[in-house]
């Protein structure tokens, strides 16, 4: 007699479900439960005390009714360029850096690796009141330094300037979080087998060329996820235009993000009274940005991007 | 997600403040408020005075950072765990807790009858038939200015605009000193100390404030429009990098001595005493011409009412009754000079400086902020429109009648006065 016949009866896997479940509980409870509460707020409106359902109305407002759409338009601009700035800069140099850090010549690379890091691990608090004391033009190092090299004509009050103060807050960002595509494009660059690099020198490819065409194609995925990451980051970011222009995001303005756009409307400030339902609308309209920017990266560009197993 | 994780916190760190407060044996009383700076005063000088006269009620005052204020009270009324006595914002945030039921009705409160109709404006229902607020001080708008840079130069404290713009040329002329500390980029600046301070003179206090209200004068009128053409005329006069120059920026250049003039609120008063190493006056908003009636900014600034789902009513009743009687006036006006009580009975007050400021009660009259009462309620919000167009004036990037043009714009998009 023969136990292949027989289908074998496998007992229920339990501790799979056991060892998911912690997971799987607190992921629901804090994130998606939040997140459909959320969606749910933005159709209601409070008249008189009352919760009244209105459908889609929070949303004709805040695209029709010119008292939200422009700061929405307003702030949703100044994220993009937020994170085009992030892009441009933040990027490239993590890239660059990532790769000077991976050349063999270079000594004392564990000491500029960290320090080019620390700047992450940093609370935006810090940061933020930091920046604003190096950049003040009552007592900050910057307009002494300028004066140094001869440049102190350079000096503007770039944080209190209307066409400046974005970008000067994105180059803070840039600053802080710039170690993060560098750790990750390191670790890209030092998994490439010491083979291809050694085909390659064989071939000829030497240098600056080796770059461009060996290993800059093999780190690919892994710019393509820092960008991802980059987009996510930009899109929710707050902390440090609440920290350093405050929830006005002024002047006039200029730097108002999403993230701050949200929390005059959820919280209220000052005089105005918060008003959780337009609140819940433009996170609600946060969400869908974030959501569609993943999924263009998802489905167009992930798809594309070649792998190379070795 | 941020928001949430806020919320969260704030709710687990209520739960457990609150916790603890429970399994004391007297009945204690919980006060909330975002007057973190006072929290030495309440603890040496006003609790004991009150628990030495109220044997068996224990007060803690519980303050929080002055911009989360808001936001944490109403997280943690909705939850129920906010504290007994209630720190009252003047008009709208108060009016709209009292609303949704969250503070009791005080107009029978006993003490109620030791404060003007004026003093209770501000924690009152629109028509002014119910108090849920006990007022406690207001602040006063002027200029503070370093007594020693002013002798030295041989300026006396100018009455009239244009000796005020005279002043400014000569301690700009001699360049020891700036002359005007402020900044432009907290925007709040802008709009409090400069807008709300001058303004009153050009906008006959009360009545324009009034008339405004009432929809018969507009921001676009020359009274509300000069202000602003004043204020960008300051620009001149204030320090390099104005722009870029925050609140605690200003207050240091001017308590390290570098700057001359400080345009102020009297709760300056307390701070710059303690910091400041010279002597220091106080003058009035100049008027237009010699002579004309002046007007102050006299602003109703802080009350305490009482949560309505307090479980200790009654002996947060007999607080509030103190807190409306003249002892408590005296102990508080003197312990922060710069907030001035609201009540009837005279007080006296030590401070040369403080008196300075409450001395022009006597011959100016007073008004509160205009973009305060009603106004302020709808979108766009008209007090955050008047910082970003106040600091836009001084920067140059609007014109004053542009900025008046926003906000009646603003205004008019939801504001429909009743006729």
Known sequence: ?310 | MQTRLLTALLLGSTVLGSAGAAFAQDKTLTIESWRNDDLAIWQEKLIPAFEKANPGIKVVFAPSAPTEYNAALNAKLDAGSAGDLITCRPFDASLDLYTKGHLADLTSLPGMENFSDVAKSAWQTDDGKATFCVPMASVIHGFIYNKEAFDKLGITPPATEADFFAALDKIKADGTYIPMAMGTKDLWEAATMGYQNIGPNYWKGEEGRVALIKGEQKLTDPQWVEPYATLAKWKDYLGDGFEAQTYPDSQNLFTLGRAAIYPAGSWEISGFNTQAQFKMGAFAPPVKNAGDTCYISDHTDIAVGLNAKSPNADAAKTFLSWVASPEFATIYANALPGFFSLNNAPVKMEDPLAQEFVSWRDKCKPTIRSTYQILSRGTPNLENETWVESANVINGTDTPQVAGEKLQKGLDAWYKPAK
Not at chain 1, 3 to 24: G, M, S, Y
Not at chain 1, 96 to 120: E, N, Q
Not at chain 1, 258 to 284: E, H, K, V
Not at chain 1, 290 to 309: D, E, K, S
């Open chain 1, 1 to 310: 007699m023969s136990l292949d016949d027989q289908p074998i009866k496998r007992p229920f896997r339990w501790h799979i479900v056991v060892f998911l479940a912690p997971a799987f509980f607190v992921y629901t409870a804090f994130m998606i439960v939040p997140l459909f509460g959320t969606l749910q707020l933005s159709l209601f409106r409070r008249v008189d005390q009352q919760s009244v359902y209105v459908g889609l109305d929070n949303f004709r407002m805040l695209f029709g009714d010119p008292r939200w759409s422009v700061n929405f338009w307003n702030a949703l601009w100044n994220n993009v360029w937020f994170f085009i700035i992030h892009m441009l800069v933040q990027n490239p140099i993590g890239v660059l850096l990532a790769a000077l850090l991976s050349s063999p010549k270079l000594r004392f690379r564990a000491f500029y690796r960290t320090a080019i890091f620390i700047p992450t691990i940093l609370s935006f608090v810090i940061v933020g009141f930091v920046w604003k004391l190096i950049l003040s033009p009552l007592w900050g190092v910057a307009p002494n330094l300028l004066d140094l090299v001869g440049l102190k004509s350079l000096f503007t009050p770039w944080l209190g300037k209307e066409e400046y103060a974005l970008t000067t807050l994105s180059l803070i960002s840039v600053w802080q979080f710039v170690g993060i595509p560098m750790m990750l494009i390191y670790a890209a660059l030092l998994s490439i087998p010491d083979e291809v690099i050694e085909a390659a020198e064989c071939d000829g490819i030497t240098g600056l060329s080796q770059f461009w065409k060996i290993k800059l194609p093999l780190i690919l995925p892994s710019i393509g996820i820092i960008s991802i990451l980059t987009f996510v980051g930009n899109f929710n970011a707050f902390d440090l235009i609440y920290t350093a222009q405050g929830a006005l995001a002024g002047p006039n303005f200029s730097t108002d993000i999403l993230g701050t756009f949200l929390y005059r409307a959820f919280f209220g400030f000052q005089l105005q009274l918060g008003d959780p339902n337009m609140g819940a609308a433009i996170a609600t309209m946060m969400f869908f940005i974030i959501l569609a920017g993943v999924c263009v990266y998802l489905f167009t560009i992930q798809t594309r991007l070649r792998r190379y197993q070795f």
